[in-house]
């Protein structure tokens, strides 16, 4: 992706932004795109995510860990989500609780980078069909519904999305920061952004994503 594809693409975020009566800083730099990553580290880390939100829904942590052992997943955690594997349900945090249900909307993001949903509106949280198109680990369902997803969207869309959660991420932040509410929640936009980020970067780990605007 050249440099005039990308101030095209900063433009239209941009609009976008505006339409949604918020505000944008024209100084924000162009996002970089060091690699993309591949469909199988993708699916990778939907799985996990998927397996690790179910406990913050009360399911026991050996029960999500043995369902990751038994489909090989255990390649695709992260250093904080194996520390958090190797405690007890007891254990968790109300911090770690609501982290895991905040993935929720990175997974939402993976959802759409896959074709899975049809868009990505950071008006609305994540649809009411999320459940249906994941393992139910409840009802004891193996990993198939992810393992069939065969590519990513294109580069040029993925970014697009990418850049439009960037710059409306700096409105959230530049309006918190100044003591006002933004129009849109900032924790969705967050960890759709970071979602992204990460798909874009594979030198970063999940728990390192650069989320600065």
Not at 99 to 119: C, F, H, I, Q, Y
Request: proline share 3%.
């Amino acid at each position: 992706m050249n440099e005039e594809f990308k101030l095209q693409v900063k433009a239209v975020s941009e609009g976008k932004v505006l339409a949604l009566g918020g505000r944008v800083c024209d100084w924000l730099p162009i996002l970089e795109t060091p690699a993309l990553r591949s469909i199988e580290e993708v699916k990778g880390r939907m799985s996990v995510l998927n397996a690790l939100i179910n406990i913050s829904f009360e399911a026991p942590i050996p029960i999500i860990r043995d369902w990751l052992a038994r489909h090989e997943l255990e390649v695709f955690l992260s250093a904080e989500e194996e520390a958090l594997l190797a405690k007890s349900n007891a254990e968790l945090t109300d911090r770690e609780l609501g982290g895991l249900r905040w993935n929720l909307e990175s997974l939402w993001a993976m959802l759409w980078a896959t074709g899975l949903v049809a868009d990505l509106d950071p008006t609305e949280w994540c649809g009411d069909n999320m459940a249906s198109l994941l393992p139910n680990l409840e009802q004891g369902e193996d990993n198939t519904k992810l393992e069939k997803l065969t590519a990513l969207r294109p580069a040029e869309e993925l970014y697009r999305m990418l850049d439009y959660h960037y710059r409306l991420h700096w409105y959230c932040v530049d309006e918190r920061l100044h003591g006002r509410a933004a129009l849109v929640n900032e924790g969705i936009v967050y960890e759709r952004r970071k979602a992204l980020e990460w798909i874009f970067n594979r030198a970063a780990d999940w728990d390192d994503v650069e989320m600065s605007t």
